[in-house]
């Protein structure tokens, strides 16, 4: 449902776009954090993006997820279950990294979040719905993400390689690309408004 409201909310957004902007690009104006990475930054990104906080809640939760659903059922459940779908789950992440990191490298892509700076629950939430399927370049202009989403895709079926047999058809593959591309979703959409949750946190204690 979420892949499903982000593709025509991008798709839209990319209409609403002067004639003027070169094909396949969204003329926005950059963050004010936005700067064009390095070779070295983007090295330092992808190593960070294996081994970050983020990337073991997200195999923790999507293993906690298959579990209650006893997928692959060949698995079984308990402690050796729960490993198994783990260690699945970051093989996945840190294959899908490492395409992302070279197809955006080639086509200048620069996937980092940036917080809108809009105010507004549903505009900030659109922004990073939004953000989900764009990709920044060195300009600042952004345009469709082939690395996050063919990353995404290409870890989904590549990944079928080593499931069980209850786990390997091309529906498998989909049904877990559409929950990569919607847990980027959810990530979006919590690092948008984290800063604003945090300093409330912050003035309750200290009160």
């Keep these: ?5 982000a593709i025509p909310t991008a798709v839209a957004f990319a209409q609403d776009q002067p004639d003027s902007a070169p094909p396949g690009d969204i003329v926005s104006p950059p963050p004010p954090a936005f700067a064009p990475m390095t070779s070295g930054e983007r090295f330092r990104n992808y190593l960070g993006g ?3 906080l983020q990337s073991v809640i997200r195999a923790a939760a999507s293993a906690g997820i298959a579990q ?6 060949e698995w ?3 402690g050796e279950g729960y490993g198994k779908r783990v260690g699945n789950a970051y093989a996945e992440h ?9 197809i955006s490298a080639t086509l200048r892509e620069d996937n980092r979040y940036f917080v809108s700076g809009q105010t507004g629950v549903l505009r900030r939430t659109k922004y990073a719905i939004r ?3 764009l990709a920044r370049h060195d300009n600042g202009n952004q345009s469709f993400s082939f690395s996050r989403v063919s990353s995404a895709a290409g870890a989904s079926f590549i990944s079928r390689e080593w499931q069980p047999r ?3 058809t091309a529906g498998d593959g989909a049904v877990n690309f559409g929950v990569t591309m919607s847990s980027d979703v959810g ?3 919590f690092h948008e408004f984290w800063p604003d949750l945090r300093r409330r946190f912050r003035k309750a204690v200290l009160r």
């Design 94 to 102: 840190a294959i899908r990294s490492t395409l992302q990191y070279g």
């Design 187 to 189: 990530f979006n959409i």
């Design 76 to 78: 079984g459940g308990g």
């Design 131 to 133: 953000s989900t399927l």
């Design 50 to 52: 294996i081994s970050d």
């Design 166 to 168: 209850s786990a390997t």
């Design 1 to 5: 449902m979420l892949l499903g409201t």
């Design 68 to 73: 209650a659903r006893d997928t692959p059922k």
